[in-house]
């Protein structure tokens, strides 16, 4: 019998010693049309999404609450860094 997993997306990994430590902000009205292009899984806490939009991108975090979802995302930056952001946000050495 094979059993699978629930969980189909990634999750992220034990934050390392030595890490980036990302500046998280209120969202920007004028990235609302911004799409996630990938995340984190949501059974945890504290979900991350990677969204791109206007030729930009940023980390959005939203860390579900019992009063609701608290939303922060990371400032807005060309998408190649926000890429290589996400890698290592997933890898533990940001965050």
Not at 30 to 43: D, G, K, N
Request: contains cysteine; proline residues 7%.
């Amino acid at each position: 019998m094979i059993v699978l997993d629930e969980c189909v997306s990634p999750h992220v990994a034990m934050l390392q010693r030595v890490h980036v430590r990302l500046v998280w902000q209120r969202p920007y009205p004028s990235l609302e049309r911004a799409r996630p292009v990938a995340w984190t899984c949501w059974c945890r806490a504290t979900v991350y999404e990677l969204c791109v939009g206007g030729g930009r991108a940023f980390l959005r975090r939203t860390v579900q609450l019992d009063s609701g979802p608290d939303i922060h995302e990371t400032s807005p930056m060309p998408i190649t860094e926000a890429r290589a952001t996400w890698t290592a946000l997933l890898s533990g050495s940001a965050r």
